[in-house]
T-cell receptor, first 113, second 114 residues
């Protein structure tokens, strides 16, 4: 099973709302990732968790707050977002070596009004 | 820093045509190389990968060979189908701060006409 699941599939929120994106994998992977993808662009890395610890934060604004409750789950908490944050948010997981494949979820399509 | 350059699209071909999508990279060390495919409205799927020089990755009729001397990983398919229409991303991995980081090319949008 190489499945990464993400919920919700679509999310519409106002600029004052608080919402969360969820990601889950059961492949025993010890690294999990959040990416942001705008239309017609490649995914941009936001955060990397390695062994449940935040390893990389690509200078993401604090209105995005990641959380890794355990090795299978990854959340992205959203607060006071801007319309330009509207995008496809992708979660991925992998083992922690450079030769291992990152497996991506289907994404959450976020619209900020 | 590490980077990936892909041929610019969009690319439009007729069914059964031969496909090449060029990919070159700049990296220190020996990165692993990947091709991912993204169908409309979906996440990325691994198409194929190669982890060392002269390795050939292959899947679903697609092939790419890791060429260290030319720092390239071009994607080829001998006879494309309408169902191959998608966006293709070349990528490499490196380990930074103890974590794996994927560096993507800009993507090539492929359209196959019947």
């Amino acid at each position: 099973d190489t499945e990464v699941t993400q919920t919700p599939k679509h999310l519409v929120m106002g600029m004052t709302n608080k919402k969360s994106l969820k990601c889950e994998q059961h492949m025993g992977h010890r690294a999990m990732y959040w990416y942001k993808q705008k239309a017609k662009k490649p995914p941009e890395l936001m955060f990397v968790y390695s062994y449940e610890k935040l390893s990389i934060n690509e200078s993401v604004p604090s209105r995005f707050s990641p959380e890794c409750p355990n090795s299978s789950l990854l959340n992205l908490h959203l607060h006071a977002l801007q319309p330009e944050d509207s995008a496809l948010y992708l979660c991925a997981s992998s083992q922690v070596t450079s030769v291992d494949t990152q497996y991506f979820g289907p994404g959450t399509r976020l619209t900020v009004l | 820093g590490n980077s990936v350059t892909q041929m610019e699209g969009p690319v439009t071909l007729s069914e059964e045509a031969f496909l090449t999508i060029n990919c070159t990279y700049t990296a220190t060390g020996y990165p692993s190389l990947f091709w991912y495919v993204q169908y409309p409205g979906e996440g990325l799927q691994l198409l194929l990968k190669a982890t060392k020089a002269d390795d050939k990755g292959s899947n679903k009729g697609f092939e790419a060979t890791y060429r260290k001397e030319t720092t390239s990983f071009h994607l080829e398919k001998g006879s494309v189908q309408v169902s191959d229409s998608a966006v293709y991303f070349c990528a490499l991995t490196s380990i930074i701060q103890g974590a794996q980081k994927l560096v993507f090319g800009q993507g090539t949008r492929l359209t196959i006409n019947p």
